[in-house]
């Protein structure tokens, strides 16, 4: 499957990634951010996807703009954390809406790929101390994905 | 006699100030900027969740299969 998506640009750190949105509400910059958030027992990023707001510093975090194209944006996330994953074989991403309907979308969108995803990379669902494989219609806390180890 | 222009100093009004954003740090490396209410509340809460999760069952895992791809290069050589 192959989805429409934008293009990708990665800042010098390495730990930011730039692209535009384009629809009605004309051109929006977004970036997607890693953060380093433990280091122990495993090493866990977060993802978050932000509008650069330019009258501020920084990002409004998880903005997904109603700019009419929701499923380009989070499959540009997608392949951003994709190659992150790449990058950083041994570290888990870790991804949390900041709903539980942000958190049911992040999950219809990974259901619609599950067997390409797991087809690379290992995907799980955070249910309280469990972190599971991702299974179709179970609402998780949120998701933790890295790329599968090669047997 | 001629005299050397100095350049134009910069008064301190106009001079452009990079305000530092203060780091509050939840453990040895993640942090949230103290004058962001929502990085805050969703850094503390993504740490949350992951202080409860129980990693050992993914490391054992891993060992397991770490394990296994040794024992199968050395049974191929």
């Known amino acids: ?151 | 006699m001629k005299t050397k222009a100095n350049p134009p100093k910069k008064s301190p009004s106009k001079a452009i100030v990079k305000k530092r954003r203060k780091k509050i740090y939840l453990n040895d490396v993640a942090w949230y900027y103290a004058d962001d209410p929502a990085d805050k509340r969703k850094t503390i809460e993504v740490v949350e969740m992951l202080k409860k999760i129980d990693f050992s069952i993914l490391l054992e895992r891993d060992r397991k299969a770490e394990a296994q791809s040794e024992r199968g290069t050395t049974l191929s050589e």
């Open chain 1, 1 to 151: 499957m192959n989805l429409e998506s934008y293009e990708p640009h990665l800042t010098s750190n390495h730990l930011c990634y730039t692209f535009n949105s384009h629809g009605p509400r004309g051109e929006i910059q977004k970036v997607v951010t890693f953060r380093l958030f433990q280091t122990q027992p495993v090493v866990v990023y977060n993802v978050t996807l932000g509008d650069v707001n330019k009258s501020e510093i920084g990002f409004d975090e998880d903005a997904i703009s109603d700019n009419g194209d929701r499923d380009k944006v989070l499959q540009t996330v997608a392949n951003i954390v994709a190659l992150f994953c790449r990058r950083h074989p041994q570290a888990y991403v870790v991804a949390k809406g900041n709903s539980a309907a942000r958190n049911r979308l992040y999950q219809i969108m990974i259901s619609n790929r599950l067997a390409e995803i797991e087809d690379s990379y290992e995907i799980l669902g955070i249910l309280g101390p469990d972190a599971v494989a991702f299974q179709k219609n179970i609402n998780y806390e949120g998701f933790l994905v890295r790329l599968k180890r090669e047997k």
